[in-house]
């Protein structure tokens, strides 16, 4: 229960468990007298809690209607306290020393991480790319007929445009708009614009925000599906404008219909629903669409180091562990393991009554996700390409998104073993929403390693000469 954004605990009931192995045996019961205590300095509250007398208790462990008779007292206590500072209570919680521990131990676990791929990358990656270099030189000098193998060899294809397009170009710009969202929601937070219970402000702020970087989105998609030499610029915009929305509309629209017919007040308000409506129909589409138009006047051209040959050379015979799924299970577990201790406080906040306030170990932890995410999918890019294999454009962002997978696979872990959720509503709003989530940073981190393999592809066979 909330009172002026004040956070409100209070045991409702309970169960009686003493002596009873089988859970049909235990006995339920609830309390109906409540005792507030409220702090207030002058015409300002400051803190209230909530007391349950436990002797005052009905039971209601046989399934039947009963009807209670409620009670309340409050008591009223004059406090020093300012109001100004009335949050810091609420804020310290999260930054007490044994909580800071852990999520030290948790960007340490995260650096190592990031320290043993970069050790990996820089001592093989580049030794072998070296070995490379050093070996297609000499070829070229000794025998310029010699028949070509590994990444060289298929420099031909390499930069073949990929199957779908349309649908490469909207998903990395939705999430390039979905990554510019999370940078915002990042600055905002660091400077201390949620503080903690202010629950409607990051839901304000996700909304107004996604809003205005829709033209992020729009130029991002028509300028890479333009240099893609793509044709219908306007069935791509309304791809990109619906890839996220539409899977999320269709969430919220079943869940919502769900906590009306529960009567619960997670169900949005009719009016809250119009605007945002019109902040989507208003805002979001015209900025699309201004943001489509610009990347498709952009006249940029996609730049290839290599050109293309006139037919693919066929994709020799690859082991099982190189097909598309074992490689997002590779590239999705280190970025996942260097986030998955934070993930429990962010859960515990957002589904539980835990208090999350640290952003800057936080944001610590999401760059260290980016970097991970870039590194293992370059990493995999190229023993793709050396495996012969030129279809990398929808490996690098499937393997760089697969995060999000595992996300969701944590959700189930968190739902079962932690958390103590049970019903239709609270498991729909759970899965439901959670989903969205998952699939928006599958978005967004497939596009950082799509980026990423791109720049990669592009920088390597730029340092070889290419007929």
């Not at 990358?121 to 297609?136: E, G, Q, S």
């Not at 999430?175 to 660091?190: H, R, S």
């Not at 037919?311 to 280190?334: D, N, S």
Request: glycine share 6%.
């Amino acid at each position: 229960m909330y009172y002026d954004d004040l956070p409100i605990w209070g045991f409702i009931g309970k169960v009686e468990k003493e002596g009873k192995n089988d859970p049909s045996e235990y006995k339920y019961y609830l309390f109906k007298h409540l005792h507030f205590t409220i702090f207030y300095n002058k015409d300002r509250v400051i803190e209230i809690t909530a007391l349950s007398d436990q002797k005052n208790v009905v039971e209601l462990t046989e399934n039947k209607e009963v009807n209670v008779e409620f009670m309340y007292s409050v008591k009223w206590k004059e406090t020093e306290i300012p109001y100004e500072k009335r949050m810091e209570k609420y804020s310290q919680s999260s930054s007490l020393p044994h909580h800071l521990e852990i999520h030290w131990f948790s960007i340490i676990n995260s650096c190592v991480t990031v320290l043993l791929l970069t050790g990996f990358l820089a001592t093989i990656l580049m030794r072998v790319l070296k070995n490379d270099f050093v070996k297609y030189a000499h070829d070229e000098e000794s025998a310029e007929d010699q028949e070509e193998t590994g990444w060289k060899y298929i420099h031909g294809d390499v930069f073949r445009y990929p199957k779908y397009k349309s649908v490469l170009a909207a998903a990395v710009g939705s999430g390039t708009q979905l990554f510019t969202l999370t940078i915002f929601i990042f600055l905002l937070a660091l400077v201390g614009v949620f503080y903690p219970y202010n629950r409607g402000a990051l839901f304000t702020a996700l909304v107004v925000i996604y809003a205005l970087t829709a033209g992020i989105a729009g130029y991002t998609a028509a300028s890479f599906f333009c240099q893609l030499e793509g044709t219908n610029w306007v069935r791509n915009l309304l791809l990109t404008g619906g890839l996220f929305c539409g899977p999320l509309l269709l969430t919220f629209s079943f869940l919502n219909t769900v906590a009306i017919t529960y009567s619960a007040t997670a169900a949005l308000p009719f009016g809250t629903i119009v605007v945002i409506f019109l902040i989507w129909a208003l805002v979001t589409t015209p900025l699309l669409v201004l943001g489509g138009i610009a990347g498709k006047n952009s006249k940029a051209e996609f730049q290839a180091p290599c050109r293309t040959t006139k037919y693919p050379r066929e994709i020799p015979l690859l082991p099982w562990y190189r097909k598309t799924l074992p490689q997002m299970a590779m590239a999705g577990f280190l970025p996942f393991s260097a986030i998955y201790i934070e993930l429990y406080y962010i859960f515990a906040s957002v589904w539980g009554h835990r208090i999350y306030t640290i952003y800057s170990i936080l944001f610590i932890v999401f760059i260290i996700l980016l970097i991970v995410t870039a590194f293992i999918t370059v990493a995999l890019t190229y023993f793709q390409l050396a495996a012969e294999d030129h279809e990398w454009w929808w490996r690098s962002f499937l393997c760089g998104g697969s995060t999000g997978l595992f996300i969701y696979g944590y959700c189930l872990y968190y739902y079962f073993a932690r958390s103590d959720m049970s019903g239709f509503m609270q498991t729909s709003f759970f899965f439901g929403y959670m989903a969205c989530v998952c699939y928006g940073f599958f978005l967004m981190l497939g596009s950082i390693g799509f980026r990423a393999s791109l720049f990669f592809v592009r920088h390597i066979y730029h340092s070889i000469k290419c007929e």
